[in-house]
């Protein structure tokens, strides 16, 4: 099955700084890499999606982009805020979407 | 709010019992999934329902089940349960038509004793 690694699992930045937090996934059949945001004690909630045929999408400070060659993409956070700290999880699915598979998660402090 | 909703919130339970959670999903959403959120890590897929029938399954014993109503809401079981049950199961649900898109509810804190 899928394996999805997450790294780093803590990342502790400044505000104003930039934020990357890296995945990598095992099958190549996999077509559908979303991110999720979890904030403490709260349910996930998507923040940004993309799929095998776009190398990179953004949406205002947060932009994801895939390598599909090399099996890893990347949430990238520009200008963080204190409101961006949670813990964020990579996840990757076929092309079905019958089956998620999540990355451990990277819990994000920005400092302000 | 996404409109997902679970019950209970919080549920204690003894070693070998049994346990029925219970997801009610989004208004025109048909497809229900559920993981399990040990402390500390990412959510595990544990199965997903599409149309009253199982649709998706991760690697979980036969002692995990699940029920889709003719109404979408869904239902967890857990028989003869073990300590490392004990987590967050959160159940997702998605639109047929865009079942990439997930929302979760709240979920379920289950503590095993």
């Known amino acids: 099955g899928e394996n999805v690694e997450q790294h780093p699992s803590t990342l502790s930045v400044q505000e104003g700084d930039s934020a990357v937090i890296k995945c990598t996934y095992s099958?190549?059949?996999?077509?559908?890499f979303p991110w999720y945001k979890q904030e403490l004690g709260k349910r996930p909630q998507l923040i940004i999606d993309i799929r095998s045929n776009v190398g990179e999408k953004k949406d205002q400070r947060i932009a994801v982009t895939l390598n599909k060659t090399a099996k890893h993409f990347s949430l990238h956070i520009t200008e963080t805020q204190p409101e961006d700290s949670a813990v964020y999880f990579c996840a990757a699915s076929l092309v079905n979407f019958n089956k998620f598979y999540f990355g451990s998660g990277t819990k994000l402090n920005v400092k302000p | 709010e996404t409109g997902v909703t679970q019950s209970p919130t919080h549920l204690i339970k003894t070693r070998g019992q049994q346990v029925t959670l219970r997801c009610s999903s989004q208004s025109g959403h048909n497809t229900v999934s559920w993981y399990q959120q040990a402390l500390g890590q990412g959510p595990q897929f544990i199965f997903q329902y599409y149309r009253e029938e199982e649709n998706g399954r991760g690697n979980f014993p036969p002692r995990f089940s699940g029920l889709q109503f003719p109404n979408y809401s869904s239902e967890l079981n857990v028989n003869a349960l073990e300590l490392d049950d004990s987590a967050l199961y959160l159940c997702a649900s998605s639109e047929s038509d865009k079942r990439e898109t997930q929302y979760f509810g709240p979920g379920t804190r289950l503590l095993v004793l």
């Open positions: 099958d190549s059949a996999s077509n559908y």
